[in-house]
């Protein structure tokens, strides 16, 4: 077992695995800007090093600085959280060759799964649904143009080096093709400096669910079934829940089975997740596989009794997984709490928490950095506390992430409290009949 772990992020995720390692009576190393000197993350673990200015770039991103970290205060592992580095393949690589053990896939795990269009020619191999498209990249518009009249419209393209919604459109006729081709393109050289674009079949009335996966040194994996992640904006998630609404235990049994092949497939080491899209029919697509532990994992965590980051570094100590397929026996649902203003699209709240009360009570879990006169950077995520309920049955896990946002009070910035107490109150919502479309059309004016 490790001896020091250094975590390579910030915020709530970075105190997350603090506590577990403390759990685990592994010593810590936290890494800060001078934007989050005064953040939780840097008072509670062992040690705490600078690693630069306030621009991810210059610190959270920024390679030497990491491993020189870890060098000087001697740390046998890295554990880089979610976002930033947690799936750059470079980065597991320079670890290695600095004996340092990254807490996550190996370089050739990141490289086979990132590259979206490889991973679907993986994922057909090992037997997993993946939506119809093209066979890799397409080499222009017109090619495009030609395959999306084969498969059918309406159809999307995604840039291959993706993430967030960027270099994506949907596009329904012909008409259409070149005007959203030339702006994806654009817009995924800009932001990934990378153009490469492929095209699948538009999935109709979508849900988004994803299957976590854990996986061992042996090339062993098993899945601790499903979350429900459809509830989004912008691409971007806000709600989870386990179990999902349209799960059936034939449905499970398929989708977990199909995640394990798609892990074994590449002898996946760590924990992970990979992601479906599944229609009005229950048919199922892959979409991608995240080679890093999810934001939304406590949920899982809950119906389970399983600590996924615990598991993380029992996986990367080389410790065998139990090879147990999980069924959730509670039901659990988090909230995203962001530092944003619902009412006007979501924009970004950064500030100064002039007063601060967090929820608690029977199935109750907040994971969050925030306290009271804590100064929120704006140069990061805007996701400051993650609200997790669990109960007994839906019906139940509803009432109680109703009442406890209604007990979670943030002042001095504005967040997405309001929105989400408002979303616990749609008909539509409580019933369980959403897509990842469901938020298009939602009444924000009120809020």
């Known amino acids: ?29 936290a890494v800060y800007s001078t934007a989050d000197q005064s953040s939780l993350h840097v008072r509670f673990a062992d040690e705490a090093v600078c690693i630069g200015p306030p621009a991810s770039k210059d610190s959270y991103l920024k390679v030497p600085n990491l491993i020189a970290a870890a060098e000087i205060t001697n740390a046998d592992a ?15 690589r320079i670890c290695a060759e600095h004996d340092i053990k990254f807490i996550g ?47 059918g419209y309406p159809v999307i393209i995604k840039a291959t080096a993706g993430g967030g919604g960027r270099g994506m459109r949907i596009i329904k006729s012909d008409e259409e093709f070149e005007n959203a081709w030339n702006s994806a393109t654009a817009e995924a050289e800009a932001a990934f400096g990378n153009a490469g674009m492929y095209m699948e079949k538009f999935v109709v009335e979508p849900r988004h669910v994803e299957i976590q996966i854990a996986g061992d040194q042996s090339g062993k994996a098993c899945h601790l079934s499903e979350r429900d992640c459809s509830i989004q904006r912008r691409h971007q998630k806000l709600v989870e829940e386990t179990p999902s609404p349209i799960m059936t235990p034939e449905l499970r049994e398929e989708m ?28 199922f697509y892959f979409m991608e ?64 928490i002039t007063n601060l009360h967090i929820p608690g ?24 506390a993650k609200l997790i309920v669990t109960a007994q049955t839906r ?17 001095g910035i504005k967040t997405t409290i ?15 009949n959403f897509t990842t479309a469901f938020l298009d059309d939602f009444d924000f004016s009120d809020l």
Do not use: W
């Open 1 to 29: 077992m490790f001896n020091k772990i250094l975590i390579a992020n910030r915020g709530e995720i970075a105190l997350r695995i603090i506590r577990t390692c403390k759990e685990m009576g592994i010593k810590t190393v």
């Open 78 to 92: 890295i554990h880089p959280g979610y976002g930033f580095l947690s799936e750059n393949a470079d980065f597991s």
């Open 105 to 151: 896939a190996s370089p050739e795990m990141i490289n086979s799964m990132g590259d979206k269009a490889s991973a679907k020619d993986t994922m057909k191999a090992a037997g997993v649904p993946v939506v119809p498209g093209s066979d890799g990249l397409l080499e222009s518009a017109e090619q495009g143009k030609k395959l999306a009249v084969e498969i």
């Open 256 to 283: 977990g089975m199909a995640a394990v092949r798609a892990a074994e497939a590449i002898g996946y080491e760590g924990v992970g997740t990979v992601e479906f899209l599944v229609d009005k029919y229950n048919k």
């Open 289 to 352: 596989m995240n080679t890093r532990i999810q934001v939304e994992h406590p949920i899982t965590e809950e119906v389970t009794d399983f600590d996924l980051i615990k598991e993380q570094i029992k996986i990367a100590a080389g410790i065998a997984i139990s090879g147990q397929n999980y069924t959730p026996n509670l039901y659990s649902m988090e909230c995203r709490i962001n530092a944003e203003d619902p009412a006007k699209g979501f924009r970004p709240s950064p500030g100064k």
């Open 361 to 384: 009570g029977h199935g109750v879990r907040v994971d969050s950095h925030i306290y009271a006169g804590y100064e929120i950077p704006p140069f990061y995520d805007s996701m400051i």
């Open 395 to 411: 019906e139940e896990t509803l009432v109680r992430m109703k009442r406890a946002l209604q007990e979670f009070v943030i002042e």
């Open 418 to 432: 309001p929105f989400h107490i408002k979303l616990m109150d749609d008909e539509n919502f409580k019933a369980g």
